[in-house]
Nanobody, 123 residues
């Protein structure tokens, strides 16, 4: 599975962005997916995850209530709607996928990764 992330950019604090991650495989509907981010000088961290059906989601405490992950399996795409953005949300955001059910919060649980998209939040 090849993943293509897009939608990053520069936004002021309090603003919104929507990230997209398009998958190359039609069977993407049977893959769990997640978003991770890596800020300069920091380790990659979990942001959000969604089950293959979209029926289950999990969020990092730092983004809960502000970010929403969703998917459109007809388009082989997952999304991350980011509202009320803060400067500390600045990072490269990566989407990831793994075949099977459930939700995954650890990076080693994912076999497929996108190339990353940069989100910069100015204060």
């Amino acid at each position: 599975v090849q993943l293509q992330a897009s939608g990053g950019g520069l936004v002021q604090a309090g603003g919104s962005l929507r990230l997209s991650c398009a998958a190359s495989r039609r069977t993407f509907s049977s893959y769990a997916a997640g978003w991770f981010r890596q800020a300069p000088g920091k380790e990659r961290e979990f942001v959000a995850a969604i089950s293959w059906s979209g029926g289950s989601t999990l969020y990092a405490d730092s983004v809960k209530g502000r970010f929403t992950m969703s998917r459109d399996n007809a388009k082989n795409t997952v999304y991350l709607q980011m509202n009320s953005l803060k400067p500390e949300d600045t990072a490269v955001y990566y989407c990831a996928a793994d075949a099977g059910s459930g939700v995954r919060t650890r990076s080693y649980e994912y076999d497929y990764w996108g190339q990353g998209t940069l989100v910069t939040v100015s204060s």
